[in-house]
């Protein structure tokens, strides 16, 4: 089918026949998914193909329970992946730097398009495909099922299969809502209200913000996952602040956590002191390692101290 013909008409699919996809198209979908661009060559991400009957089922428990990701022919988890740039630069006797945030950044958007590629290519193929961004709900545990090493994270799922439901495109917002010329240009009250407008026939009661409510205002899904993400990224050794496989949300939430077991935290050049009632934790490195552990002191959990 013709590109744009298959633009037009794609939806994402969440009903899948239970038949296979034949070995050449499979290598057609992975080719795709490996001729995405790529930033400075480096392929910052991987694919996890999960083709076990029984760790599909536990990768669908810890994603919301989708049936969609049991049904589907095959399932693609796309990985951020530095793990591997890492592996090839020790190969040959250098150091990766500290760039946490910005491999994030660029691992991310490699799996992104890369998933993309693969996806677009299996909707010109006639399958059905649906991204997964229910693999967040149940992060650490899906990091832990599947071995992923510090420098890898889940971004999202990818269910392919055939299609057992057909059913019209969904809405758009306006296109002068997306797509700015020159300068950003500010909403204003109509914008949203046709923003509301258009997108209306998403939801099965024609009101969009249901849907939007539902995921991101207070007390919605998107908050849920923020805490386990947050402490998935420092496990993995994406955030700045902590030492890889802290498992905290962030320093200020290592901060917060320690203030809870002590009267006081004190931070000084290369060390952070954590003050009980008639002892003190001492860390040294910088400041969220150094907290991290005096705290793991405080608990306990060092091993040959004092
Ligand atoms: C990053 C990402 C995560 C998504 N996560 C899910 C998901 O967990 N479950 C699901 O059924 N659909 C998921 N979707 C599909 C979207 O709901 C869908 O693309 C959107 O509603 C627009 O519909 P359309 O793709 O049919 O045009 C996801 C899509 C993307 C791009």
Not at 62 to 77: K, V
Not at 248 to 266: H, T, W
Request: with cysteine; hydrophobic share 40%.
């Amino acid at each position: 089918m013709e590109l744009l013909e298959v633009l037009r008409r794609r939806r994402s699919v969440r009903r899948f026949k239970p038949l296979p996809i034949p070995e050449e198209d499979l290598e057609k979908l992975l080719f795709a998914l490996q001729r995405a661009p790529t930033d400075a060559s480096a392929q910052l991400y991987s694919v996890l193909r999960v083709r076990d009957r029984a760790l599909r089922d536990a990768v669908a428990r810890l994603s919301g329970d989708q049936e969609h990701i049991r049904q589907a022919a095959e399932f693609f988890l796309l990985l951020a992946d530095v793990h591997r740039l890492e592996r090839l630069l020790e190969h040959r006797g250098q150091k990766m730097a500290a760039w946490p945030r910005t491999a994030l950044h660029f691992a991310i958007l490699d799996a992104g398009l890369a998933g993309a590629y693969l996806a677009l290519t299996a909707e010109a193929l006639g399958y059905g495909v649906c991204f997964i961004g229910g693999v967040l709900d149940g992060v650490e545990a899906l990091v832990d099922l599947l071995g992923l090493p510090p420098g890898v994270l889940p971004v999202a799922g990818l269910a392919v299969g055939v299609p057992d439901e057909e059913g019209p495109p969904r809405p758009r917002l306006p296109r002068a809502l997306v797509v700015h010329e020159d300068r950003y240009r500010p909403y204003a009250e109509e914008d949203l209200e046709e923003a509301y407008r258009a997108m209306a026939p998403y939801s099965r009661v024609g009101d969009w913000n249901r849907v939007l409510r539902l995921y991101f205002a207070e007390g919605g899904r998107m908050e849920k996952r923020e805490a386990p993400y947050g402490r998935a990224l420092s496990r993995q050794g994406f955030d700045p602040d902590l030492p890889r496989g802290a498992g905290f949300y962030s320093l200020g939430g290592l901060i917060g956590e320690a203030l809870e077991e002590a009267r006081g935290v004190l931070f000084r050049k290369g060390e952070a002191w954590l003050e009980r009632e008639g002892e003190a934790f001492r860390g040294e490195g910088r400041p969220g390692e150094a907290l991290l552990t005096a705290l793991r002191k405080a608990r306990g959990e060092v091993p040959d101290w004092p």
